[in-house]
């Protein structure tokens, strides 16, 4: 117990940039958050199919430049109150979904209260038959990209999201991310769960693929996977635990955000009854093996106050830009989620 609190006054202490002493070492804590923007369409017909036509001035939600601003400079506010004391720079990795070209992502990053964190942008157009993709947003200062691959799910009898798979450096330390949005539960949970089952496995199967070449490369998927944690894709597929303790080898998932849904809290709420589709699963390298040098101490769902609805039925659901036909100018229908990972390094070894 004694270490556990000298360990937590040192995180404390210890944001990004900042230094605090545990045998000579100094703690450093860094951000990997996921937001699904809920429908963040530019105004241009440009979906050769047609589907993003009620996201145009003259479609059904009469989307203009003014609506379009105020998602931007909503969902950048959300996003610029991501830090928190251990990391007051904002989280280094960000994936998003429901995206509708890189466009949209860059005008977004570029709105004045994301600016300082000089957000730059992996994205790429998938088949998905709405026309929304996955992307991810990375502080340059933090995470280096080394190289990206996009990964088809070939399994099911529509065209969906594609899953993207980002190699990089998180301050030096090899990672990888899977970036997802997978399929929905459109016709009913049950009817629907073989598609989101189908997508856990292509994600096992990148983890997999990554773990072939280099076993010692830690590995989160994330996303808004349309599943609880304790759902056959998320539980049985993919194979995220519960506790750490049940994690036995690096090849295995833990899920922190499993006990988060038991205690009540989620990210999208239906029918009063809430769900926690928003996760971020980390591979055993991050809880269980010791010689990894970043380690997960804390899950967070961002469930401020500001992000809240506060009308009728909907108080204390995500505020959302749409409900009933009726604009809220609102941020999302999901609470965004974040992972907190702490190492500690030596100041005299050379930077790598």
């Known amino acids: 117990m004694k270490h ?8 404390i202490a210890a944001a990004l940039g900042t230094q605090a002493q545990n045998n000579g070492r100094k703690a450093q804590a860094v951000g990997v958050a996921f937001y699904n923007l809920e ?7 440009n979906n050769p199919l047609g589907r993003d036509l009620e996201y145009t001035p003259s479609g059904k939600n009469h989307w203009d430049s003014r609506k379009y601003q105020n998602k931007l400079k909503n969902l950048s506010y959300a996003i610029s109150q991501f830090k928190t ?11 998003v979904s429901e995206i509708e070209n890189r466009r949209v992502l860059e005008d977004l990053v570029n709105e004045p209260a994301l600016r300082p964190f000089n957000y730059q942008i992996v994205h790429h157009d998938s088949p998905d038959k709405r026309g929304v993709d996955v992307g991810l947003l990375y502080n340059p200062k933090y995470f280096r990209v080394a190289n990206v691959t ?5 399994a099911i009898s529509f065209a969906t999201r594609d899953q993207m798979c980002v190699y990089g450096y998180l301050m ?6 899977i970036v997802n949005h997978w399929p929905s539960r459109l016709g009913g949970q049950e009817q ?8 856990a496995a292509l994600s096992r199967h990148i983890a997999d693929s990554i773990w072939t070449i ?10 808004d996977l349309n599943d609880d944690p304790q759902d056959k894709s998320c539980a049985v597929v993919l194979g995220g635990k519960r506790n750490k303790e049940d994690v036995r080898m690096v090849s295995e998932f833990y899920n922190p955000f499993w006990k988060k849904l038991d205690e009540g809290i989620g990210t999208l709420a239906y029918k009063s009854q809430w ?11 991050l809880v269980k093996n010791p010689d990894t040098k970043w380690h997960f101490f804390r899950a967070d769902v961002h469930n401020h106050e500001f992000l809240k609805d506060t009308e009728g039925s909907r108080q204390g659901y995500p505020k959302r830009t749409f409900a009933a036909g009726s604009y809220l100018n609102g941020y999302s229908d999901h609470f965004p989620t974040e992972v907190i990972l702490v190492r500690y390094v030596d100041p005299s070894a050379s930077k790598k």
């Open 150 to 154: 996009n990964h088809t799910l070939t």
């Open 85 to 95: 004391r251990l990391t007051p720079n904002g989280p280094a990795i960000i994936g």
């Open 172 to 177: 030096g330390e090899p990672i990888a991310v």
């Open 275 to 285: 769900n926690l589709f928003d996760q971020i699963i980390l591979s055993g390298h």
């Open 4 to 11: 556990l609190s000298v360990l937590l006054v040192l995180l």
């Open 192 to 199: 629907s769960s073989p598609n989101r089952e189908a997508a």
């Open 39 to 45: 429908n963040l369409f530019d105004t241009i017909p």
């Open 214 to 223: 280099n076993p010692d490369v830690p590995v989160i998927v994330m996303g």
